[in-house]
């Protein structure tokens, strides 16, 4: 009775293309909306914050961003990680004071930016990764498949090179590190070391809830429909009037947007200090790429399910086998390696399409529920 | 010549080592590419697990002692012997009923230095035998007709799967591989060099580890190419290679083709983690050594074996020169970590199937 599109009756276009079209999907949506806005911020505490919920969305992002390039667009990309540290240096670099030098006379001047407000700062994070993605997509034009794969990851290492050589970038500080300032919004602290549980939290929350409302609309809409025809035979979707220049680059630049945001966040709000090699370095990449796997290529609410898995997966190991069980840590470690490894392997064989799948053949059954078919 | 561009030609020398280096972790990946159209994350792991594997029965360590201890609070880690000397003595014991004394003398001498490296690596390609069934069994046979890039995926998934699992076997630590070649420069090679250069020149100094690497991918290369043309197995490597049906159609079992190339290629994995192993110890890092093969197969083409050797010199030969005449003294060193990608980056626009790549048909 209750997973039905009967007596739903649409009367306009409007209500008709809307994304959740059926009644008790869309009130679910609200529900979680009121419990993740309203309710969740006065129940996290300090461990709950920095263990699950920032980690959670900060990834969920990042695992969009990732989504669109290969579920949407099927440009494979393992340049992920460099990326985010485009996204989290040129943050560090507005939210300190965009400098440049300029040879006048004698000697160099410093002209530069006044700090920035943390939000425009995230945001000019992105727009600038967006700007290094496009570059780093030219090559998706004359490559494919697993040769642009092996090229991103070109850009990959190229750029955790630049951000530890190029001392510009994390304005000479003697460690190398880059270090987020306390910076506040509507008086209070989002980055340094004073920062409330549920403002961190909620900051992130605006950012995943418009971005994914954002990755949502443009999958249903033209551009998605023409990553799409992309990614199931680009030389077809050319002849039918695709442009795939502008096809792949706008992926490779929103996806970009969206994986700098992840990096930004992922560096002021949740790390606070950030090497970029440790950091940001090629397990990164995968380790978004094994989200955007096993939540399900192609899909926003897989996203979602996949940062969740393999946010929870380690957590629970952890508190499994060294809290309860009292193993060492690195046996944990290899243990989760293990877990992980046959994990995806098993997914694979069972439901390539993910966890999206499962929940949307759940979500098939209800529709006929009582009836098998 | 002045010294500087004798140093430049050692540094060459050294690139085409490296590159050789290179092109033994490189051939794992094209023959299985070749063989199934699988492009194979795991080989890098595949090697470190083999000498992980080498090192391990090399020295008698317990599988898993790690964990059994962790388990049942116990606390073993070796097998009384470190390795198996009765079967050394009985074999000598034997050949000097055959043979002379003296010559019966100098095989016992060889196998007491190196029986037990023999042994073990031939019990370590039994293991690398077993890994290609039990993965042919367990994974491979799911993922017939799945898209290349779901396979690629899953051996990405066995990566993670091996490192742990490696880890697990025989421990974490960094362990040093001793396959009886020398550590250190080449003192013959150095000697009977010096002579090219003035006063202030010493001679090329060239790893004797990098010298024996060169001859065995050589031969490795050879044996390979042999076995392809003129075998009946090699052949029907290269017809499931051309064709996954046509293959099967004229009778050729494309299961046991995937177990017989996943070994071929756990072998070259051996050799490679064997080289690499000696060279900087069996450790984590020697998994990474996998994605510094990416840019050499794809310079030189997933489908060519030739490439891959050719493409590994050139990645060798390339990243050296480059840190030497321009990232050292202009960029601050370190190059070496993405020179070869962005090489390849480069190549690819001109070229997209790489070197020797089979030309990319595309039909809608």
């Not at chain 1, 985010?84 to 002209?111: L, Q």
């Not at chain 1, 995230?122 to 498949?145: D, E």
Request: hydrophobic fraction near 55%; glycine fraction near 10%; include cysteine.
């Amino acid at each position: 009775m209750l997973y039905r599109e009967v007596g739903d009756f649409k009367t306009t276009y409007q209500a008709d293309g809307q994304t959740f079209p059926i009644a008790f999907d869309r009130y679910r949506y609200y529900a979680v909306m009121l419990f993740a806005f309203a309710i969740v911020p006065f129940l996290l505490n300090d461990y709950w914050v920095k263990a699950i919920a920032l980690p959670f969305l900060i990834y969920s992002i990042a695992a969009i961003g990732l989504n669109i390039l290969i579920g949407y667009c099927g440009q494979v990309s393992l340049g992920t990680g460099g990326f985010m540290a485009v996204g989290a240096y040129s943050c560090y670099k507005f939210m300190t004071g965009f400098d440049i030098y300029i040879p006048g006379g004698e000697e160099w001047v410093r002209y530069a930016l006044p700090p920035l407000n943390i939000f425009f700062s995230v945001i000019l994070g992105g727009v600038m990764t967006a700007l290094v993605g496009i570059l780093f997509g030219l090559p998706s034009l004359r490559i494919k498949g697993f040769y642009l794969a092996v090229a991103t990851l070109a850009a990959q290492f190229f750029l955790v090179w630049v951000f530890n050589k190029w001392e510009w970038s994390f304005n000479y500080s003697a460690s190398g590190q880059i270090t987020a300032p306390e910076r506040f919004l509507f008086g209070h602290a989002i980055t340094g070391p004073n920062t409330e549980p549920w403002a961190t939290y909620l900051f992130c929350l605006v950012f995943v809830t418009i971005l994914a409302i954002v990755a949502r609309n443009l999958t249903r809409g033209h551009l998605g429909r023409s990553w799409m025809s992309i990614r199931d035979m680009d030389i077809a979707a050319e002849i039918i009037g695709v442009n795939p220049l502008k096809a792949k680059l706008t992926a490779f630049g929103i996806s970009s947007f969206y994986i700098g945001i992840a990096g930004a966040l992922l560096f002021s709000v949740y790390l606070g200090a950030v090497e970029v090699g440790e950091v940001f370095g090629i397990q990164k990449s995968f380790l978004v790429l094994f989200m955007v796997i096993i939540g399900g290529l192609g899909s926003i609410f897989g996203s979602f399910a996949g940062a969740a898995f393999m946010v929870l997966l380690p957590v629970l190991l952890k508190n499994v086998l060294v809290g309860q069980l009292g193993w060492a840590t690195d046996i944990a470690a290899h243990l989760e390696f293990v877990i992980v490894g046959a994990l995806i392997v098993i997914f694979l064989i069972l439901e390539p399409h993910g966890l999206a799948q499962l929940w949307r053949i759940i979500k098939e059954k209800l529709r006929l529920w009582p009836f098998p078919h | 010549m002045s010294a500087d561009f004798w140093f430049g030609v050692e540094v060459f020398l050294n690139g085409l080592m490296a590159g050789v280096m290179y092109s033994l972790v490189a051939l794992g990946f094209v023959l299985i590419f070749k063989a199934s159209g699988i492009f194979n994350y795991a080989q890098g792991v595949m090697a470190l697990f083999a000498a992980q594997t080498l090192v391990g029965l090399q020295t008698g360590l317990i599988p898993f002692s790690h964990l059994i201890n962790a388990i049942f609070g116990t606390e073993f880690h070796h097998f009384g012997q470190a390795a198996p000397d009765w079967w050394i003595e009985t074999y000598s014991r034997g050949l000097s009923l055959l043979l002379p004394e003296s010559l019966s003398l100098s095989i016992a001498g060889f196998l007491g230095v190196y029986g037990p490296t023999i042994l073990a690596i031939v019990f370590a390609a039994l293991v690398m035998l077993f890994f290609a069934i039990l993965v042919e069994k367990l994974v491979l046979k799911h993922l017939v007709n799945q898209e290349p890039i779901i396979l690629f995926m899953a051996t990405i998934g066995l990566a993670f799967f091996m490192e742990g699992f490696g880890e697990l076997m025989w421990g974490s630590d960094v362990k040093t591989l001793n396959i009886g070649i020398e550590q250190g420069g080449n003192a013959w090679f150095e000697e009977n060099t010096a002579f090219l250069g003035g006063e202030d020149f010493y001679g090329f100094y060239l790893d004797t580890l990098d010298i024996y690497a060169t001859f065995i991918a050589v031969a490795l290369v050879l044996a390979l190419v042999l076995f392809s043309q003129y075998t009946k197995t090699g052949r029907a490597l290269r017809a499931v290679a051309d064709d996954h049906q046509a293959a099967l159609s004229v009778g050729i079992s494309l299961r046991t083709i995937w177990v017989i190339v996943w070994t071929i290629a756990g072998f070259v994995a051996l050799v490679a983690g064997m080289m690499w192993g000696a060279k900087s110890g069996v450790q984590f890092s020697l998994s990474l050594i996998a994605l510094k093969a990416l840019p050499v197969l794809m310079l030189g083409g997933f489908t060519s074996i030739p490439g891959a050797i050719i493409g590994g010199l050139i990645i060798g030969v390339g990243e050296k020169m480059f840190e030497f005449l321009i990232g050292a003294p202009y960029l601050g060193g370190a190059t070496e970590n993405w020179f070869a990608y962005m090489l390849a980056l480069l190549f690819l626009v001109f070229r997209p199937q790489g070197l020797f790549g089979e030309k990319i048909i595309e039909r809608v």
